[in-house]
């Protein structure tokens, strides 16, 4: 028994670790769903005909999008109704974009990203980098009138760290528990194996009739029998 308590013990570990690394794991991914999600509908969007202006206040590399799916806001006298939009074809579009003293922006060609939302879809078509933050002039024109594009950070739901690490611990807790219940199993076996072994096995034989008989004595060997006639008369 006290050689069996540390492998059950070992086993229950397994299951422990298993449900724990799959609990964590989900949550990581389903945080960072959820954050990626609110990137993705953070996004500052303009419909076809728009002249935006719009501040960015961190340097780095930003996308602009063509959504083919999603809602947009009203925005005053440029879009003055909140509209849905939805594409089977992404629409072709133009964009300038110029700094707050008119320079133009170098914005490259990139379709390297893309979103697949509940309530937003979108490619990337160019990229561009700020090397210092300031507020630009953005303009799209399309021959879609309900065309829309969205400008930010890189907006890829399989580039969020929380859902790559949770992910990986979810893939982790399944390896766990294909080894735990492989080891359950193996324990089992191992265990109705030494149960059959150490049971007691009880042999009983009889003696055949013609052994019974030894020269003239005729009685029967078996203490049980009841007495014969010949037995009784001789009495």
Do not use: H
């Not at 849905?84 to 992404?90: R, S």
């Amino acid at each position: 028994m006290s050689d069996d308590t540390p492998k059950v013990r070992s086993i229950k570990w397994w299951w422990i670790s298993a449900v724990v690394v799959f609990a964590v794991g989900m949550t990581l991914a389903l945080i960072g769903v959820q954050r990626d999600q609110q990137l993705i509908s953070d996004l500052v969007r303009t419909p076809s005909g728009c002249v935006s202006t719009i501040d960015i206040s961190a340097t780095g590399r930003y996308y602009i999008y063509v959504e083919t799916k999603g809602t947009i806001a009203n925005l005053g006298a440029c879009n003055n109704d909140t509209r849905d939009y939805k594409f089977d074809v992404a629409p072709e579009v133009a964009v300038a974009l110029q700094s707050s003293d008119g320079t133009e922006v170098d914005v490259r060609p990139d379709d390297s990203v893309e979103y697949d939302a509940p309530d937003f879809v979108g490619k990337s078509v160019l990229t561009f980098v700020l090397s210092e933050p300031g507020t630009f002039t953005l303009v799209m024109q399309s021959n879609e009138s309900n065309a829309v594009i969205a400008v930010g950070r890189n907006a890829s739901m399989m580039d969020g760290a929380l859902l790559i690490s949770g992910a990986s611990l979810v893939l982790v807790a399944l390896a766990l528990l294909i080894l735990a219940i492989i080891a359950t199993r193996v324990s089992r076996r191992a265990r109705r194996k030494v149960a059959m072994n150490a049971r007691p096995e009880v042999y009983v034989s009889y003696q055949s009739s013609s052994d019974s008989i030894v020269g003239s004595d005729t009685r029967s060997s078996d203490p049980w029998a009841p007495p014969r006639p010949e037995d009784r008369a001789g009495q």
